[in-house]
């Protein structure tokens, strides 16, 4: 995910909080949205050291977010555990 992106929310969603923290605030967004068939290896771990994974898991999966890593999870993984928590 980016960070980056998502300053002005940070102002408005106290939900949110979670991002000051974020690890990936860092590292450039094509390090978390990586190219079609690229290593996501390199963000999960940077995810893997990150205060705000389970903030931010959530926070990608009620909002249903498609694309990069978040919470040390690619849109696969999370496609997979929305489709295996819904069985
Ligand atoms: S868990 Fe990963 S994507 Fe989420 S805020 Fe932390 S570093 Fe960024």
């Not at 969603?13 to 390199?42: I, K, M, V, Y």
């Amino acid at each position: 995910m980016s960070v980056m992106q998502t300053d002005t929310m940070m102002t408005i969603d106290p939900d949110l909080s979670w991002q000051e923290d974020a690890l990936c605030a860092q590292a450039g967004p094509e390090f978390f949205f990586p190219a079609p068939g690229a290593s996501t290896r390199e963000a999960k771990q940077l995810c893997g050291a990150c205060e705000g994974r389970v903030a931010c898991l959530e926070y990608a999966l009620a909002h249903d977010e498609r694309f990069g890593v978040w919470g040390g999870l690619s849109e696969k993984e999370r496609y997979r555990l929305r489709r295996d928590s819904e069985a």
